[in-house]
């Protein structure tokens, strides 16, 4: 059984904790307020930004896992946790003697600035135009380059269990989509987030990247109608493109997730389809 620290044991690293505790694996959760942790999970009080915080790390760990995620929409607090956060937890690894067998950063689809609806892959190219990708990307570098072997995992937008402000919006008839050319959305469960870092770590020799997306990137239109038809809600509305809301300006790509796939992995929620009925069934 393997030593696993969680750093930024938050939305996913609490899904995956639990998992990992289950299959006893030793499992710590790095949070600056550890409370709430799964039944199995150890805390770990600490502060990604301070790195006198990190000195206290458990020892031998065999796997990491880097979930931190920003405070907020701003370059500086992007900075702050995919790239500032993450050099410290290295060096602090290092500084302690540690050799971890593997360290896995949740990065995401944002690394891409495609706008038309291309198929992108692992190896298309990645040039973003905006700071939340740009920064992403530095972090990801930085662990590919660094002193221990790296794995990237590039999540596409996540949802389940309380995240209802997609089901709100089309509750109360607010739901809207621009026209124009379909705009793409690559999504993938809470679970299947846990499940697919759950099973790469145990995966003997891990590709440095894979997209961690579902079975079937949709335009944003036909996830609303869909949903508005599950809920029993009004259609959304259609409105020009230029009055359309911020994610309507958003990059436009299918993400293929060929790479995970082929390593062994079987989605719970293959679609959003799927997926969306169980967070439903939960609200229930």
Not at 74 to 90: K, Q
Request: aromatic fraction near 8%.
């Amino acid at each position: 059984m393997s030593r696993v620290l969680i750093a930024g044991c938050g939305y996913v690293g609490t899904a995956l904790g639990e998992r990992l505790a289950a299959d006893s694996h030793s499992v710590w959760g790095l949070r600056r307020r550890p409370l709430s942790l799964p039944q199995g999970v150890l805390p770990v009080s600490a502060d990604l930004a301070v790195p006198s915080s990190l000195e206290g790390l458990p020892s031998d760990l065999d796997v990491v896992f880097y979930l931190a995620s920003a405070a907020g929409r701003e370059d500086a607090l992007y900075r702050a946790a995919y790239v500032d956060g993450l050099r410290n937890l290295l060096e602090a690894l290092g500084k302690q003697g540690q050799r971890p067998s593997r360290v896995f950063f949740v990065s995401s689809t944002a690394v891409y600035a495609q706008q038309r609806g291309e198929w992108v892959d692992e190896s298309s190219p990645t040039q973003p135009t905006h700071f939340t990708g740009a920064r992403l990307l530095e972090g990801e570098r930085m662990l590919l380059e660094g002193p221990f072997p790296g794995v990237v995992v590039r999540f596409g937008g996540i949802y389940g269990p309380r995240r209802t402000r997609l089901f709100d919006s089309v509750r109360a008839g607010r739901a809207e989509y621009a026209s124009g050319r379909a705009r793409f959305t690559n999504r993938i469960h809470r679970d299947d987030c846990a499940g697919a870092l759950r099973h790469l770590m145990n995966v003997e020799s891990p590709d440095p990247i894979y997209l961690g997306v579902d079975c079937e990137p949709t335009d944003e239109r036909s996830v609303l109608e869909w949903l508005a038809g599950a809920l029993g809600a009004q259609p959304p509305r259609k409105v020009p493109a230029r009055e359309g809301n911020a994610r309507a300006t958003g990059g436009n790509k299918r993400c293929r997730n060929e790479r995970l796939l082929g390593s062994g992995y079987a989605f719970r929620y293959p679609t959003y389809r799927e997926g969306y009925r169980a967070v439903i069934a939960e609200m229930t």
